[in-house]
């Protein structure tokens, strides 16, 4: 797994590190689907590295980002780097979003990664992490990628006291990249 692909496979493994209210949450360890969904992929994996640039030349990318969304017994939703609130969208295709690569994979499982969307062919930066099967989403929101390690941080951002969805004290991507 040196090399940054998960045992057995050619497919990328990626990370983040989180912190709750600023206090260490765990790591959560994640493989991409690149072998189904090569797109989708790349862009999540470049996110999580930080090299893509802005149109200042800087790296953008999920580091110092918050998980915007959590719903209890469904899913966490994170990736806008952009405004923090789920309204900004980016990709790394020079782009605000991309088409749906395809729906081959279902949401079948807890800890799948799925790109968000605000309907067909939208996907940019925001994902969701699926806590439950999710059977409703399927066709509709592209699954890419499932947690290999860290589950039980997963649950911990689930679980976390939310208003209206959105979390009470700031669950921050802290550091992410490619293992």
Same mark, same amino acid.
């Given at each position: 797994?040196?090399?940054g692909?998960?045992?057995?496979?050619?497919n990328?493994?990626v990370?983040?590190?989180?912190?709750l209210g600023?206090?260490? /949450?765990?790591?959560i360890?994640m493989? #991409?689907?690149a072998?189904?969904?090569?797109k989708?992929?790349? &862009?999540f994996r !470049? @996110?999580?590295?930080?090299e893509t640039?802005?149109a200042?030349?800087?790296p953008?990318g999920?580091k110092?980002?918050k998980?915007?969304?959590?719903i209890?017994?469904f899913?966490v939703?994170?990736?806008?780097f952009?405004?923090?609130?789920?309204?900004g969208?980016?990709?790394?295709?020079?782009?605000?979003?991309?088409?749906?690569?395809n729906?081959? /994979?279902k949401h079948d499982?807890?800890? #799948?990664?799925?790109?968000?969307?605000?309907?067909?062919?939208? &996907?940019?930066? !925001? @994902?969701?992490i699926?806590t439950?099967?999710?059977?409703?989403?399927?066709?509709?929101?592209?699954?890419?990628?499932?947690?290999?390690?860290g589950?039980?941080?997963?649950r911990?951002?689930?679980n976390?006291?939310?208003?209206?969805?959105k979390?009470?004290?700031?669950?921050?991507?802290?550091?992410?990249?490619?293992?």
């Amino acid at each position: 797994m040196a090399d940054g692909t998960a045992p057995g496979s050619a497919n990328p493994v990626v990370f983040f590190d989180l912190t709750l209210g600023g206090e260490p /949450l765990g790591r959560i360890k994640m493989e #991409l689907f690149a072998d189904v969904t090569p797109k989708t992929a790349e &862009n999540f994996r !470049q @996110f999580c590295t930080g090299e893509t640039k802005n149109a200042q030349g800087r790296p953008q990318g999920y580091k110092a980002s918050k998980f915007h969304r959590v719903i209890k017994d469904f899913m966490v939703q994170g990736g806008d780097f952009l405004h923090g609130d789920g309204t900004g969208s980016a990709s790394i295709y020079g782009t605000r979003s991309f088409a749906d690569e395809n729906f081959n /994979l279902k949401h079948d499982s807890p800890g #799948l990664l799925s790109m968000a969307n605000s309907g067909p062919n939208t &996907n940019g930066c !925001q @994902f969701f992490i699926t806590t439950v099967p999710t059977p409703f989403l399927n066709n509709k929101h592209v699954v890419f990628g499932k947690v290999v390690d860290g589950m039980d941080v997963v649950r911990k951002v689930e679980n976390a006291r939310t208003t209206r969805e959105k979390p009470n004290q700031d669950i921050s991507i802290v550091q992410c990249g490619e293992m």
